[in-house]
């Protein structure tokens, strides 16, 4: 069983209660998601009144740019609200793969092109096209809580490959983690939760991998446009013919366009694998939100000056975090350069009395600053690493002040 501490008790992640016998085996095998556990919590927190600034969340602040949300009142009132085919309208398919040519140099048709409910579900479909029961998924760690138990679901082995010190692929580590077993490796950059973004020349060696050992590449770039410093996003795909229909590429609108409730995301490769998830998709949910869909559309089509303005607001505010944390004593952070989190160390404070109580882990660390600074982050333990807390800094600058001001009134309390 696995357990996350939050405000004085246990939530537990599994997916049903200690002593039921009348659900399926497979609901014993694959845990709740420790982010929406975590963000239910707090949730039930402010219900009761207490004021809880949420660090915790991977959601952009911002609402919805005003000509996404104008295309979606037109196809309301032009009656666009019937059922469409399962792999998307064309306009938006379309949209998607001049996207992806233009943005990625990666050259799809609309037909190598599906659209999901979200990034989230193409992941999942994906790895259900691919993956048969006793495959191998390697996965490079710290890693998106969700992306061990979809491998789960579709039967197949999660295997943890860790990263560097500094987040970043290990090519020889996961070159000893491949076996006969290995179907596919899943990324994610930039990352979550650590903010990193993968070098071109990693990814170049990986994909050289992918063809040397015939597994596939599911990548996992939903946070392709939120980058900073110079540093530049690579899609793996482009590498070569070779790479590119060993390679699955996940992308959506939730976090470039601030779109998170709309729900639609997308998966882009070769023909086969593209009808297969799609072929999966009309027995599970079958087509998305057509009103989502021309918004979706519009957003690629449209201006792209909020998506700007959204980046250098969130640079302005991973420099502030960033300097904030590191001159916390014995707090260090290496520095992001994508997405909105980043994945300090706070090893140094296990031992320690908060409260009455002594932190042994992140997860006892994450509980303090709920209960003693009503901040929220999220234990490292639910990205499978140790003596970590991801802190997200999608929230104003007035929230961001208020809480590491208190976080840092608590860690001074601490003996």
């Not at 707090?42 to 009761?48: D, F, I, K």
């Not at 994909?207 to 990548?219: S, T, Y």
């Amino acid at each position: 069983m696995r357990y996350i501490y939050m405000g004085q008790k246990f939530l537990l992640l599994e997916g049903f209660p200690l002593g039921t016998h009348n659900l399926a085996v497979r609901m014993s095998q694959f845990e709740a998601s420790a982010s929406a556990t975590i963000s239910a919590h707090v949730a039930q927190l402010r219900r009761e009144g207490k004021k809880i600034i949420s660090l915790n969340v991977g959601e952009p602040d911002f609402t919805s740019p005003d000509y996404i949300r104008i295309a979606a009142i037109k196809a309301i009132t032009d009656g666009f609200t019937k059922y469409t085919p399962t792999n998307g309208i064309l306009e938006l398919r379309e949209a998607i793969a001049a996207k992806l040519k233009n943005d990625n140099s990666l050259d799809y048709s609309a037909d190598e092109v599906t659209v999901c409910n979200g990034a989230k579900q193409a992941i999942a479909q994906a790895l259900m096209v691919v993956c048969d029961p006793g495959d191998e998924v390697l996965i490079p760690v710290p890693c998106w809580v969700s992306y061990t138990e979809m491998v789960k679901l579709a039967g197949a082995k999660p295997v943890l490959v860790p990263c560097t010190a500094e987040y970043l692929l290990d090519l020889d580590a996961i070159e000893r983690a491949i076996t006969p077993k290995t179907k596919a490796i899943v990324i994610n950059t930039p990352n979550n939760p650590s903010g990193a973004v993968y070098s071109r020349e990693s990814l170049r060696a990986l994909g050289e991998l992918a063809v040397k050992h015939d597994f596939f590449i599911i990548v996992d770039e939903i946070y392709e446009k939120l980058i900073y410093d110079g540093y530049e996003h690579f899609s793996v795909a482009s590498v070569s013919d070779e790479v590119k229909s060993r390679t699955i590429t996940i992308n959506g609108f939730s976090k470039a366009y601030a779109m998170t409730g709309w729900r639609v995301g997308y998966a882009a490769g070769r023909s086969d694998v593209i009808k297969g998830i799609t072929k999966y998709q009309t027995q599970m949910t079958s087509s998305i939100n057509s009103i989502a869909q021309k918004a979706a559309a519009a957003a690629l089509l449209g201006p792209q000056d909020d998506l700007a303005r959204m980046v250098e607001v969130f640079k302005a505010r991973r420099d502030y975090v960033y300097s904030r944390l590191n001159a916390m004593p014995g707090i260090s952070c290496p520095e992001p350069h994508g997405a909105f989190y980043m994945l300090p160390d706070v090893s140094s404070y296990f031992g320690k009395n908060c409260g009455g109580k002594i932190i042994s882990n992140a997860v006892d660390f994450t509980a303090c600053l709920l209960d003693r600074a009503l901040i929220s982050v999220v234990p490292g333990e639910a990205y499978f690493i140790d003596g970590k807390v991801r802190v997200s800094y999608s929230n104003s600058m007035e929230n961001l002040k208020t809480a590491l001001d208190s976080m840092e009134s608590v860690l001074a309390e601490m003996r």
